[in-house]
């Protein structure tokens, strides 16, 4: 079914809710597991109906951020999305408890049931209230964001749209596109330190209600953490201090060599070339028929999968006035279909951002039919893994996406790649600080935040404008939105890395065994479907350093 055509209605959430009550009451009288797993299977077909609605409404909300009507379908769900959550998990708590339950794991394996043991940690009836403001802060963040009209010389820009001449190949002009960036934040600063103020104290709140120290282990519980916890991130990160810092300053280094520059200022950052970074060889209809041809050359599975997205118009690309910023890919468990959204604007990141999509959207496609929800949802450095991989895999291909540009885009896919991991390990660590520490006032946390770009990212000069002075953390949307995710993006770039280093030994088993890895959804946890795709974890000490060689040794042989 075409995504224009797939109906929309508000669920009714409290015959939902009445109807998981009733569920968590029948299972203690069931004294089979077959009867248990038909209660199972219902929770699947309500949790399908919701989760689609949901994202419906959240796509054509985003899609057009001043659409009236899917405006107050959001307030709905941040409203209601607590409270139905909170009934979900009376029957799972029922679930869970039940003496039958090993006879059930038989069926759905145990890690399904690790996984509710997790969420049922997360929230209570006295936490509800606080999750719903959490909701309602973060959807007005994400729409303030997407109202920010930014003039520069002579036409009005949105943050997307802004991009492409924040990495003009001219200095002057990068330099003032960024300038005028700074001033959107600039203005909004009072109201986005409130923001976030409000957040980090709700939030810690939380944590104290469900018993949690602070914030952290919450967070990770939410995002579903089932086999590592701060500790392991820790040293994840102390090794990308080692490791990878000081791999990507000599990537950096050798830029600035390449731009003549002598210090690489904040808008120098995403330069990699004197000319001008890779640029696609077309717009978005001539990216789109590439990638058309690339997943068919890769296999029967993602060429059928390619299909399917564009014969149901599973694709939002361009940018447009008011509309959400970055991208993301959802799913339509109803329709068994993914939605990809993007914001094309006409640089090298409109293909990472379809091909990064495109991992996460595939995995969907390949998931659309488990049985348990709880499976086809893999937990999110597992998700990233998919994307971040699918990037690299696409490297092949890059001729069709780049034409003339292609070495240079080569070049700059892995020396971004790299350089990434530190600026999210960054991301991470001001997180984790921020909620170890909920009473820092505004102008502390900027004070952290321009601390870590010194020992994450020492190569960069901000000097010149206070908004960057002062820490820019709030133009990074996962601060507000999805807190501790970003650390994720960085484990699943260091597997991502892997897959592409086996890659250039055999491109065929390397990609037969990320398909595979892909399949299995979130049936394991992560370290276990790195261990059955011949993958290092990123926690064992040594994984960093091998792939910091393996990269710098191939950007010796680049050809741009």
């Known amino acids: 079914m075409k995504f224009t055509e797939m109906p929309y209605h508000r669920p009714d959430d409290e015959k939902m809710e009445q109807r998981y009550l009733q569920m968590a009451e029948e299972a203690p009288g069931c004294t089979g597991a077959k ?45 209601r999305g607590p409270i139905f959550a909170e009934a979900q998990k009376a029957f799972k708590r029922a679930l869970a408890g039940h003496p039958l339950r090993s006879e059930l794991e038989k069926t759905t394996g145990p890690l399904l049931f690790k996984n509710i043991e997790i969420e049922l940690r997360t929230s209570s009836e006295e936490s509800v209230p606080l999750q719903q403001r959490d909701n309602e802060v973060c959807t007005a963040y994400e729409k303030l964001l997407a109202s920010a009209s930014i003039s520069f010389r002579g036409g009005e820009y ?78 994840f990160r102390e090794q990308v201090v080692r490791e990878v810092v000081p791999a990507a300053a000599r990537i950096k280094a ?42 068919h050359r890769m296999g029967e599975e993602t060429g059928r999968f390619f299909d399917y997205m564009e014969e149901n118009s599973l694709f939002d690309l361009k940018s447009r006035k008011g509309k959400q910023t970055g991208g993301y890919c959802t799913s339509l468990p109803l329709y068994k279909s993914p939605f990809i959204f993007a914001n094309f604007n006409g640089t090298a990141g409109d293909v990472a951002v379809l091909t990064h999509e495109g991992g996460h959207a595939l995995q969907s496609f390949l998931a659309r039919d488990m049985r348990f929800m709880e499976y086809a949802d893999a937990t999110m450095e597992t998700c990233e893994t998919h994307s971040m991989s699918m990037e690299l895999f696409c490297a092949r291909f890059a001729a069709d996406f780049f034409g003339p540009d292609t070495q240079k885009f080569l070049r700059y896919q892995l020396e971004d790649a790299l350089c990434f991991i530190p600026y999210g390990c960054m991301v991470d660590e001001f997180q984790e600080t921020v909620y170890e520490n909920p009473t820092l006032t505004p102008k502390e946390r900027k004070g952290v935040w321009a601390k870590l770009e010194k020992k994450y990212r020492p190569w960069i000069c901000f000097d010149g404008v206070p908004f960057f002075e002062d820490g820019g953390y709030q133009r990074q949307h996962h601060i507000y939105s999805a807190p501790l995710y970003y650390i994720d993006y960085c484990l699943a770039q260091t597997a991502a890395l ?18 595979r890895f892909t399949h299995a959804g979130g049936t394991k946890t992560f370290t276990e479907l790195l261990a059955e795709a ?27």
């Open 498 to 515: 892997c897959f592409w280093s086996q890659s250039q030994q055999d491109w065929e088993n390397a990609f037969s065994r990320y398909l």
């Open 158 to 235: 949105n943050l997307s749209e802004i991009q492409s001449f924040q990495t003009s190949p001219d200095r002057e002009t990068r330099r003032a596109a960024w300038e005028a960036t700074a001033g959107f934040f600039a203005a909004n600063a009072e109201e986005l330190d409130r923001m976030y103020d409000e957040l980090v104290h709700n939030r810690d709140r939380q944590a104290k209600v469900l018993g949690y120290e602070n914030y952290v282990r919450l967070g990770y519980d939410r995002m579903g953490r089932n086999c590592y916890g701060p500790e392991e991130v820790k040293r």
């Open 35 to 79: 009867e248990l797993l038909a209660l199972l299977d219902e929770h699947e077909q309500l949790a399908q109906e919701y989760r689609t609605m949901e994202s419906l409404a959240y796509i054509r909300h985003s899609v057009d951020t001043t659409d009236a009507f899917y405006e107050g379908e959001m307030s709905f769900f941040d409203e």
């Open 254 to 295: 050798a830029q600035a060599a390449r731009l003549g520059i002598e210090k690489t200022m904040y808008y120098d950052n995403g330069n990699a070339f004197p000319d001008g970074n890779p640029k696609p060889a077309g717009g978005e209809t001539e990216i789109i028929a590439a990638a058309r041809g690339i997943y």
């Open 534 to 560: 011949g993958l290092p974890s990123p926690f064992e000490e040594g994984g960093l350093r091998a792939v910091c060689r393996q990269v710098e040794k191939t950007l010796q042989s680049c050809k741009a």
